[in-house]
């Protein structure tokens, strides 16, 4: 499942605000600020909707079994040019 740390991370590379996620996903802003901030664990719809969104827009997210490890860019031609696991 993805996790409050790959939500920022990937916003942060992508430069995205948490109103740009909310726009684009169609996620409330509160939902992902409180997510963001371990208040509250979205609903699993959610949690897919932000995800597609942001694999949209490059972002591949990485998991040990069901757990969000990290995240990495995907270069235009399907190559991984960068990564970060988060804590």
């Known amino acids: 499942m993805l996790n409050a740390e790959q939500i920022r991370a990937a916003r942060g590379w992508l430069g995205l605000s948490q109103d740009d996620l909310a726009r684009l ?3 409330a802003k509160r939902t992902i600020a409180r997510f963001e901030k371990d208040l509250s664990v ?3 719809r959610t949690l897919r909707d932000l995800q597609s969104c942001l694999e949209e827009k490059g ?7 069901s757990t969000g490890v ?3 860019i995907r270069a ?12």
Not at 59 to 65: A, K, L, P, Y
């Open 25 to 27: 996903s169609g996620v």
């Open 42 to 44: 979205p609903y699993e």
């Open 59 to 65: 972002i591949e997210f990485i998991f040990d079994g």
């Open 70 to 72: 990290g995240i990495r």
């Open 76 to 87: 235009k031609r399907g190559r991984t040019v960068r990564s970060s696991a988060v804590k």
